[in-house]
């Protein structure tokens, strides 16, 4: 996953600096320095964001497995 997620932002940030690009009628590959920074924030972006909805799962878990636990406390025993 970690890599499919990298590829996919760095195609997110690339085509987000050639969109730019035809937006203003320049060269797609104007300032090529500024589509490798695309690139790399947009891997960067991708994977945090991958890495943030693992961690909301997980404390998503705990936080049933608690409200599970008290429920049980409260009505079973």
Do not use: C
């Amino acid at each position: 996953m970690a890599m499919s997620a990298t590829v996919i932002g760095a195609l997110l940030g690339l085509g987000t600096q050639m969109y730019s690009n035809a937006l203003r009628k320049l060269p797609y590959m104007r300032h090529p320095w500024e589509h490798l920074l695309g690139m790399g924030l947009g891997a960067v972006f991708v994977n945090q964001l991958v890495n943030w909805d693992a961690q909301l799962q997980r404390d998503l878990d705990n936080m049933l497995e608690k409200a599970k636990a008290a429920n049980e406390r409260r009505y079973i025993g």
